[in-house]
């Protein structure tokens, strides 16, 4: 499921490398690295148009991109910031990564917002949501937080009560 959302972002990350095109367009080249899984020359290649200051913005998701590939969360975390501080666009997608970014590195409150803001754009698909609300849930679970842990959780299977899982988080939770 991720895989195939970064995918996704790939291709919108083409899409704005593009428009930058030059004779050498370091961020075209990142993004074929990327592509490929050479995580450590897409990097160079993003950081090179973020010195050239070709679409930093999608420069910098490149780099969160390879970071988040290479499981360095809060290298990942810093990029998609930079992105979206440079101008890239504010994307559910980008939220989730940002939010699984944290909840990976321990930052479970700063990964709660991320969720609700991507959450809050009410796009992306209907998949990417119920994974963004689950990813919440598990947030809070991390942070300790078992009562709003159970309040988004009976959110939850309220819209989702086919999810088995969430039935198994549920019962989990009643022991807390």
């Not at 690295?33 to 910098?60: R, T």
């Amino acid at each position: 499921m991720m895989k195939k959302r970064l995918r996704l972002l790939c291709l919108f990350l083409v899409m704005g490398l593009l428009v930058a095109c030059t004779k050498k367009n370091p961020g075209k080249e990142g993004l074929a690295y990327l592509e490929e899984g050479n995580y450590e020359s897409a990097i160079e290649e993003f950081e090179k148009a973020v010195e050239k200051e070709v679409n930093v913005g999608d420069a910098y998701r490149g780099i969160g991109l390879a970071k988040w590939e290479m499981e360095d969360y809060e290298g990942a975390a810093a990029a998609f910031e930079s992105a979206l501080q440079n101008g890239t666009k504010e994307t559910a997608t980008i939220y989730n990564l940002l939010g699984l970014c944290k909840l990976n590195s321990g930052s479970y409150e700063s990964g709660i917002q991320y969720f609700e803001q991507g959450i809050d754009l009410g796009e992306g698909s209907g998949e990417l949501m119920k994974e963004m609300r689950y990813n919440q849930i598990a947030a809070f679970e991390k942070k300790g937080d078992f009562e709003s842990a159970k309040v988004k959780l009976a959110s939850y299977i309220a819209d989702y009560p086919e999810d088995e899982k969430a039935k198994k988080e549920h019962d989990f939770l009643e022991t807390r």
